[in-house]
């Protein structure tokens, strides 16, 4: 065998196997990722459902213990016997208790035969209850243990077709562990209350009762189904891959707190993971192909012989001429082949540096035009609006004229970049425009109120302040309703809120501005990770910035303010939120009253 077979068998050989040995480790490492993956995603996916569950169930069992333990309604019950009006509150006050829930029912059964409930005895007669096959049982229970029921055939006309079924908290109500129970009372919510936590997730999810009898599910046709006719779990460990129908299944199962019950997850794994292989399958496919390609470059250049130095001379003579194009084409193993493919590589590279600034210049050029094609002089969009505002005002049509100020306004207030800050009258104009064309596109108005002293219209602030956190009040606040914005503005002495600040900024004449709404307010949950939000100090505001460009966008909210505020005053300024669900919000900033002696950037 010749020298030059020699080497093409061992460079071939020095390249196969490591690839063939790396590509089997990669890929058994990466299925081994794909399922680890798989199963804590689809894992996390349960427990979220099983949360909401929880928040069910929990609601149902708090109504229960507010009926059992509510004075007035125990009252109400005693004298409802013979007074009507008692009945008539006492029914009230149940429909009071349900909300606007409209799938929650409530029902009290007294042993005396006496019934009272949340729905009419028109749509379903609660005395049916006691020929119920599980009613017999709800004597047996304590006094606070609740008996669950799923897969129920709904008491109710189904207001639609997914309200076939009903999920059930029975309670037996009595005076004392020792005496018999005097009441019942059954609280309940159609299925698919359930049934819709469940629609957004690919998975196929169960809920099982004790006897794995199926309470909840996406086909209506299986609930009241035993799971085990679907898939036998009895062995099964959760979680775990298993074989049915043909096909691999990730099987995983939580237990649902208050009862017996549990959630059931299966999944087709290959559809879980196809994502996933198919980026594990494209990475050794490249792999492949580059070790392919390296294989065929390696062996073409064993192949080629070592060519004269004098070609090389006279290649480096036209290159100084002028001519880019030529290449010495020049290879080999030896010292004179390494000159030569570094010689035509670097003419290679000047040749795409070359290529790539005209390309570049091009493409600058086009842009350039493009740009100025597109451009339209923000003057002229406002003389447009102007001419626009005075033939509505020759028709005398002042109320849509006085819009299309309100919308200039604020076009020019945004467009602007002249100022960083601007006074307090101005702002307010702004909030005024913005507030005026938002009442004109929603559905209920909403009122302003303002308190500010005329001393302080021309102190200066940064520029859109008020306009997010209006926003914000917008769309979350009042978006199914109108309300009240109040909107005060008062000079705070040092004194007065020196136990916030640190020792060098307590002679500081500080503006303290609120923004509150009487509209939605805030769950405790959000409220809590909007007050972390605002804890970042100033370089951690810069970092998030930076990593994430969206934040410079104009479409700002709360956390957009504060951080701008933050770069702007450092830890000068301040902000609180007050919220609560259903009483509405609070936003109080403090800024540093500016002087005309102090200069601030971002």
């Known amino acids: 065998m010749s020298l030059r077979k020699k080497l093409i068998m061992t460079s071939i050989l020095c390249l196969m196997l490591p690839t063939i040995l790396m590509l089997n480790i990669t ?49 109400l019950l005693d004298i409802a016997k013979d007074d009507p009006t008692a009945a008539k509150r006492l029914t009230t006050r149940l429909e009071q208790i349900a909300g606007e829930k409209s799938d929650l029912k409530i029902t009290l059964l007294l042993e005396d035969g006496r019934a009272y409930s949340d729905y009419s005895f028109y749509d379903f007669q609660p005395k049916l209850f006691f020929e119920k096959q599980w009613f017999s049982g709800m004597s047996k229970l304590s006094p606070f243990e609740t008996l669950f029921l799923g897969a129920e055939q709904n008491y109710l006309p189904p207001q639609s077709a997914d309200q076939q079924y009903v999920i059930i908290t029975a309670r037996a109500i009595m005076e004392d562990v020792s005496r018999s129970p005097y009441a019942y009372l059954i609280v309940s919510r159609t299925e698919n209350t359930i049934r819709e936590l469940f629609a957004d997730f690919k998975e196929d999810i169960y809920l099982l009762d004790g006897q794995n009898r199926i309470l909840s599910n996406r086909k209506d046709e299986l609930i009241g189904q035993n799971f085990d006719s679907i898939l036998d779990t009895k062995a099964l460990e959760s979680p775990s891959i298993i074989h049915a129908n043909g096909e691999n299944q990730l099987y995983i199962s939580m237990p649902v707190r208050f009862s017996d019950w549990r959630l059931v997850s299966v999944a087709r794994y290959e559809q879980l993971t196809e994502k996933l292989n198919g980026i594990s399958r494209s990475g050794i496919l490249v792999q492949i192909l580059l070790a ?16 004269p130095v004098k070609v090389l001379g006279q290649v480096a003579k036209k ?45 600058k050029r086009r842009a350039e035009l493009s740009l100025l094609q597109a451009q339209i002089h923000p003057h002229f969009l406002f003389n447009v609006l102007s001419s626009i505002r005075m033939q509505l005002l020759m028709k005398q049509d002042e109320e849509n004229a006085e819009l299309i100020g309100s919308l200039s306004s604020l076009l020019r207030a945004t467009i602007s970049k002249k100022d960083e800050f601007i006074t307090l009258y101005a702002e307010l104009e702004t909030v005024k425009d913005y507030i005026e064309l938002m009442n004109f596109t929603m559905r209920h108005p909403i009122e302003v109120k303002m308190n500010i002293k005329e001393e302080l219209w021309l102190e ?143």
């Open 292 to 307: 392919v390609s390296f294989l065929i470059a390696l062996t073409y250049l064993l192949q080629r012989f070592t060519k």
């Open 27 to 75: 890929n058994v490492y990466s299925q081994w990722i794909i399922r680890e993956h798989s199963q804590e995603s689809a894992t996390q996916s349960l427990a979220i459902i099983q949360s909401q569950i929880r928040a069910i169930l929990e609601e149902m069992i708090s109504v229960s213990n507010f009926i059992q333990f509510d004075a007035e309604i125990k009252t």
């Open 319 to 363: 290159v100084e001429g002028g001519n880019l194009t030529i290449r010495s084409n020049i290879r080999g193993s030896d010292e004179v082949g390494s000159l030569g493919r570094s010689f035509d590589k670097m003419l290679d590279q000047i040749q795409r540096t070359l290529d790539q600034v005209q390309i570049e210049q091009e493409l």
């Open 460 to 602: 200066t602030m940064p520029r859109f302040i008020f306009q997010p956190i209006i926003e914000n009040a917008y769309k979350h606040a009042f978006s199914s309703k109108g309300g009240i914005i109040a909107i005060r503005i008062e000079q705070i002495e040092p004194i007065e809120h020196m136990g916030s600040m640190n020792c060098h900024e307590k002679n500081k004449v500080m503006l303290k501005i609120e923004i509150e709404d009487n509209g939605r307010g805030m769950k405790a949950a959000d409220l809590e990770a909007l007050q972390q939000r605002l804890e970042l100090q100033t370089w951690e505001i810069i970092n998030v910035s930076l990593a994430d460009d969206q934040q410079q966008s104009t479409g700002i909210g709360l956390s957009n303010v504060y951080d701008r505020l933050k770069l702007i005053f450092g830890e000068q300024f301040e902000m609180t939120i007050r919220s609560q669900d259903q009483q509405g919000t609070c936003v109080t900033l403090m800024l540093p009253l500016q002087t005309g002696k102090e200069d601030y950037h971002v």
